[in-house]
């Protein structure tokens, strides 16, 4: 077959392909222009510098053989002497190319099967990517499907435009699917890979859940009402938090719909999961003790640089505040962000009680009072006695029973026990062999030097080379699970932002940072 005929029927072919695979017309011309180059290459030599051309509108193919125009050629095939290039083109310098006009060819059998899988996979290539466009821009979006087929438990979709996998771990349990059921699904990630774009759905993904309450709440759709956050144990129970913008929309009662129809048709899709829907507030503690409906919360008390709050609750809320497995308390924590312990009354009262007689036993071994002075201290909410010794004299003397002397002679003894102590601790220090240098970092006290020591950080730079998670500590999420991994300084009230910064004194000291870097990279970050 002469490339030069039936330029009809190739565009007519270039047409078809680009309807029967949704891509773009010009994209299948170049892909037969480049199966046309590799068979001329086959014919004239793998080295021979070939365009071909494929005139879109008439579909008339241009042979051209590209000859680089050189001073003193090496190469024929692919170079062409300058007075020979200037006959051809009185212009040519060199490094410029001569184009030569080639003849049109025949296609033998093998010649064209090579075309052919060029072609093919040109065309696949651009199939490929054009689904990758369409779905990457649609990753947090819900669509709808069909059930291809089942494998090993992972549910294969088609999409129409595109295949979507649900594996099997992002589905709901007790699930069931069979070919040609109509599946709907969250696509949370799309991956370009060497077997075509991955598209990764999923049943599960709390975003499933707000995606369908959007479709099926118009308040939320329009913005009305906003999901702040949502927590799930995929097919069993969920926690949603909604906040209103509108002061006259209840986002709870919105949510519910008449005669609970809008969560009934979600709960529906998603296996009659039952849904807590939670009124969201600023305030952690009022959000908190929403969170953990339907039980009954008598206290709570937040510690915001652990982000942990505790929860008191009534004896007989116990089990309902903590649920099935733990499963209530679980997902109040996910919905939060917050650590949550929960107490009884009794519990509680016990644990104060306890922290009461451990402080006053610590008054009175440390200022060598009798029972009652230490009593009295711990019951007016003195907790250590670096806060005897450097409170206000009026404080301590104004405690029912003290006078200015009694006062001012416990506040006395308990300087002297700080300097005994500090005393024995630097000589721990030294023991374990930890850096004079470490104490001038500003924030270091020299029970944390011990710790440090304790935990073999002993010079500047083994300190200047610690992250933040190495002083104090880090918690990893894994299941819904917490798990707190403790720090050499866990046991201080040092937070993430004041280890950063004793970090940061550390470096500057053993030369490995300057302050004139840091102010450059504080500068950048400003203008950025």
């Known amino acids: 077959m002469a490339v030069s005929a039936n330029r009809l029927e190739l565009l007519q072919i270039a047409d078809a392909v680009a309807r029967e695979k949704s891509i773009d017309r010009e994209i299948v011309i170049a892909?037969?222009?480049d199966a046309i180059q590799k068979a001329a290459r086959a014919r004239y030599g793998q080295e021979t510098n070939i365009r071909v051309d494929i005139n879109s509108r008439t579909g008339e193919i241009k042979l051209?053989?590209?000859?680089?125009?050189?001073?003193?050629?090496?190469?024929p095939a692919t170079?062409?002497?300058?007075?020979?290039?200037?006959?051809?083109?009185?212009?040519?310098?060199?490094?410029?190319?001569?184009?030569?006009?080639?003849?049109?060819?025949?296609?033998?059998?093998?010649?064209?099967?090579?075309?052919?899988?060029?072609?093919?996979?040109?065309?696949?290539?651009?199939?490929?990517?054009?689904?990758f466009d369409e779905f990457k821009d649609r990753v947090g979006e819900i669509v709808n499907g069909t059930v291809k087929r089942v494998e090993y438990g992972n549910v294969i979709v088609d999409l129409g435009k595109g295949e979507g996998i649900i594996r099997r771990d992002e589905q709901i349990p007790r699930e069931i699917f069979n070919y040609g059921d109509r599946v709907r699904a969250?696509?949370?990630?799309?991956?370009?890979?060497?077997?075509?774009?991955?598209?990764?759905?999923?049943r599960t993904h709390p975003q499933f859940m707000a995606k369908l309450f959007t479709m099926e709440v118009p308040e939320i759709y329009?913005?009305?009402?906003?999901?702040?956050?949502?927590?799930?144990?995929?097919?069993?129970?969920?926690?949603?938090?909604v906040v209103s913008r509108d002061s006259s929309i209840d986002p709870v009662g919105a949510c519910v719909g008449m005669r609970g129809s809008r969560v009934q048709a979600v709960v529906g899709e998603l296996q009659g999961e039952k849904i807590d829907i939670i009124p969201w507030s600023p305030d952690a503690a009022s959000f908190l003790v929403n969170?953990?409906?339907?039980?009954?919360?008598?206290?709570?008390?937040?510690?915001?640089?652990?982000?942990?709050?505790?929860?008191?609750?009534?004896?007989?809320?116990?089990?309902?505040?903590?649920?099935?497995?733990?499963?209530?308390?679980?997902?109040?924590?996910?919905?939060?962000?917050?650590?949550?312990?929960?107490?009884?009354?009794?519990?509680?009262?016990?644990?104060?009680?306890?922290?009461?007689?451990?402080?006053?036993?610590?008054?009175?071994?440390?200022?060598?009072?009798?029972?009652?002075?230490?009593?009295?201290l711990a019951s007016e909410g003195f907790?250590?006695?670096?806060?005897?010794?450097?409170?206000?004299?009026?404080?301590?003397?104004?405690?029912?029973?003290?006078?200015?002397?009694?006062?001012?002679?416990i506040q006395n003894r308990a300087r002297e026990y700080l300097d005994q102590r500090e005393a024995e601790l630097d000589a721990r220090r030294r023991e374990l062999g930890v850096s004079d240098e470490l104490r001038e970092i500003e924030g270091l006290t020299t029970p944390m030097l011990v710790?440090?020591?304790?935990?073999?950080?002993?010079?500047?730079?083994?300190?200047?080379?610690?992250?933040?998670?190495?002083?104090?500590?880090?918690?990893?999420?894994?299941?819904?699970?917490?798990?707190?991994?403790?720090?050499?300084?866990?046991?201080?009230?040092?937070?993430?932002?004041?280890?950063?910064?004793?970090?940061?004194?550390?470096?500057?000291?053993?030369g490995w940072v300057s302050e004139e870097d840091l102010a450059a990279d504080e500068s950048e970050e400003a203008e950025a």
């Open 31 to 33: 892909a037969m222009a």
């Open 64 to 75: 051209q053989r590209l000859l680089e125009v050189v001073e003193d050629v090496e190469d």
């Open 79 to 131: 170079q062409i002497y300058l007075d020979l290039a200037r006959d051809k083109n009185p212009d040519a310098e060199p490094g410029d190319f001569i184009a030569e006009q080639l003849p049109p060819m025949e296609f033998g059998r093998i010649a064209a099967q090579s075309a052919k899988q060029v072609i093919v996979q040109k065309v696949r290539e651009a199939e490929r990517d054009k689904q």
């Open 186 to 202: 969250y696509v949370y990630d799309v991956r370009r890979e060497q077997r075509g774009p991955q598209i990764f759905l999923s």
């Open 222 to 241: 329009d913005g009305i009402i906003e999901i702040k956050s949502v927590a799930r144990d995929p097919g069993s129970r969920a926690k949603i938090a």
């Open 291 to 376: 969170a953990l409906q339907p039980a009954e919360v008598a206290k709570v008390v937040l510690d915001e640089d652990a982000e942990r709050i505790e929860v008191v609750v009534p004896d007989d809320q116990l089990s309902l505040a903590i649920g099935r497995r733990g499963q209530n308390v679980r997902l109040a924590s996910q919905l939060t962000g917050w650590d949550i312990d929960i107490l009884t009354e009794q519990e509680e009262s016990e644990r104060r009680q306890k922290e009461f007689v451990e402080r006053s036993a610590l008054f009175m071994e440390a200022l060598n009072v009798d029972e009652m002075v230490g009593q009295l």
């Open 383 to 409: 907790s250590s006695v670096e806060e005897v010794a450097y409170v206000d004299l009026d404080e301590v003397s104004s405690i029912e029973g003290f006078d200015d002397d009694t006062a001012g002679e």
């Open 451 to 510: 710790a440090l020591g304790e935990d073999d950080v002993k010079t500047l730079e083994d300190f200047a080379g610690c992250a933040a998670d190495d002083l104090v500590g880090w918690t990893e999420r894994k299941d819904g699970e917490t798990k707190r991994f403790t720090g050499a300084l866990s046991a201080f009230e040092v937070s993430r932002v004041d280890a950063e910064a004793m970090i940061m004194q550390a470096r500057i000291k053993a």
